[in-house]
Nanobody, 122 residues
Framework: QVQIVESGGGLVQPGGSLRLSCAAS????????MGWYRQAQGKQRELVAYTAASGSTPYYTDSVKGRFAVSKDNAKNTVYLQMNNLKPEDTAVYYCHLYYRISADSVWSDSWGQGTQVTVSS
């Protein structure tokens, strides 16, 4: 069983900043990727950013490049999303995503956080 706890959402004015945190715990043997998705009202969930255990360059969707930064603490299975210069179109529920396995022999699995609301409005 894996638990994911997110924090850091809220209401911010355009041009402001927020930092989201996501901590995973439980039966985790290894993590392949940790990242963030978002879902705006009436729209499909989209991938925002993720970081890989391999240390390769993080991925960002085009609309957040240069404004968002994803980072991780491997020892704590924690991932962060620093969001700067926020825009109204960034308003959405942000979900943490974990791609992991519980043993060296197990299949890789997905786990999701409960979501945290980010609202960008004046």
């Amino acid at each position: 069983q894996v638990q994911i706890v997110e924090s850091g959402g809220g209401l911010v004015q355009p041009g402001g900043s927020l930092r989201l945190s996501c901590a995973a715990s439980g039966s985790i043997f290894s993590v392949e990727t940790m990242g963030w998705y978002r879902q705006a009202q009436g729209k499909q969930r989209e991938l925002v950013a993720y970081t890989a255990a391999s240390g390769s360059t993080p991925y960002y969707t085009d609309s957040v490049k240069g404004r968002f930064a994803v980072s991780k603490d491997n020892a704590k299975n924690t991932v962060y999303l620093q969001m700067n210069n926020l825009k109204p179109e960034d308003t959405a529920v942000y979900y943490c995503h974990l791609y992991y396995r519980i043993s060296a022999d197990s299949v890789w699995s997905d786990s999701w956080g409960q979501g945290t609301q980010v609202t960008v409005s004046s």
